[in-house]
């Protein structure tokens, strides 16, 4: 649960990042208004997407195998139960 935690918060905060240099860069040239507003979380949401992408390949790494050793655990404990109601 640690590796889900850790990999949310560090999408988040590259979100974050993301979402204030490019605020800051779009409030230098552009007027502000609902549609920029709009436009700017767009733009951050993607750019901060294909950022993670290559900047949290290991944490994502990490979180799939957590993923996965959980899934082993869970299918070996019903295989487990599976067969101790074959022996009854």
Request: net charge negative; no cysteine.
């Amino acid at each position: 649960m640690k590796a889900f935690w850790t990999y949310t918060f560090a999408r988040l905060a590259l979100f974050g990042v993301t979402f204030g240099v490019v605020w800051l860069v779009a409030s230098i040239w552009v007027e502000w208004g609902n549609l920029t507003s709009l436009l700017i979380l767009l733009i951050s949401l993607v750019l901060s997407s294909v950022i993670s992408i290559f900047a949290l390949a290991g944490l994502r790494e990490q979180l799939a195998q957590n993923v996965q050793d959980r899934a082993a655990r869970m299918s070996q404990r019903i295989e487990e139960s599976r067969n101790a109601e074959d022996i009854d």
